[in-house]
């Protein structure tokens, strides 16, 4: 299992492609809601994907460095037990799943709910274990005694001793606003692709003209958005700033 969970952790990022090909093959031929509800659902299920995101915002705020972050391979040159880490102990799988959940809330159909709790479970929970070993192997009974106290997944804020840490590590918020830039763009860019896709096969492009066009200036407006704040944060052209470090 742990062998595993290392593997399902080095792929983490590619592991939804999968689902993300069989909805677009088997979207179906009618919305999931209709009228107002099948725009409130929209709505709704992007508000539930950016509350993920403001606890991934949360997590990598807390987050020291020498973690594993976004690489591939475990790392952990020292153990976090402030901020969000001191009400959950997976705040970035917390955050992701929640993402996946607000995702499904737009595609609106009763089978993605089922298929996606159980891969985010099946993956997650590997990952997880392979994780929480490797923590104890080097940190030993410190992590025992955090563990001990604080949830792996869903958090409590109720007889925690860690809630009234200090983080060591000064926050950046422009450090944060450029790290999670890919995934907030992505989030955005991916439930408007996914309306893009539907209004195609539900009802072609001469009957949904106007939204699809007003869907293609937002995927334009992220785009463009992501752009800049990649050009900000690699210090290219006139955006560069003499000595500046993320």
């Known amino acids: 299992m742990k062998k595993l969970g290392k593997i399902l952790f080095k792929y983490r990022g590619y592991t939804p492609v999968p689902l993300l090909i069989i909805l677009a093959l088997v979207v179906t031929k009618r919305y999931p809601f ?21 606890i991934r915002l949360l997590a990598v705020v807390s987050a020291p460095k020498g973690t594993s972050g976004r690489e591939i391979h475990l790392k952990a040159d020292s153990l976090r037990t402030s901020g969000i880490y001191a009400y ?4 970035l799988y917390l955050a992701n799943f929640i993402i996946g959940l607000g995702f499904c809330i737009v595609v609106g159909v009763w089978w993605v709910y089922i ?46 001793p860690y809630k009234n840490q200090n983080s060591p590590e000064k926050i950046s918020i422009k450090g944060m606003v450029m790290r999670e830039q890919d995934t907030t763009a992505l989030i955005f860019l991916a439930v408007l692709f996914w309306k893009l896709w539907e209004h195609l096969c539900i009802s072609g492009f001469k009957q949904k003209q106007s939204e699809i066009t007003g869907l293609l200036v937002m ?28």
């Open 219 to 246: 995927v334009g407006a992220v785009l463009v958005l992501w752009f800049v704040l990649r050009v900000w944060k690699k210090g290219w052209f006139f955006f560069k700033e003499r000595g500046s470090k993320l």
């Open 115 to 160: 298929a996606y709790l159980f891969l985010f479970a099946f993956q997650y929970r590997l990952i997880i274990a392979a994780e929480e070993h490797f923590l104890l192997e080097i940190y030993g009974n410190q992590y025992i005694k955090w563990a001990g106290q604080v949830p792996r997944f869903f958090p409590t804020f109720a007889g925690n």
């Open 88 to 91: 959950t102990r997976n705040p």
């Open 34 to 54: 209709q009228g107002y509800w099948n725009e409130l659902s929209d709505l709704a299920g992007l508000a539930v994907a950016i509350l993920g995101e403001v």
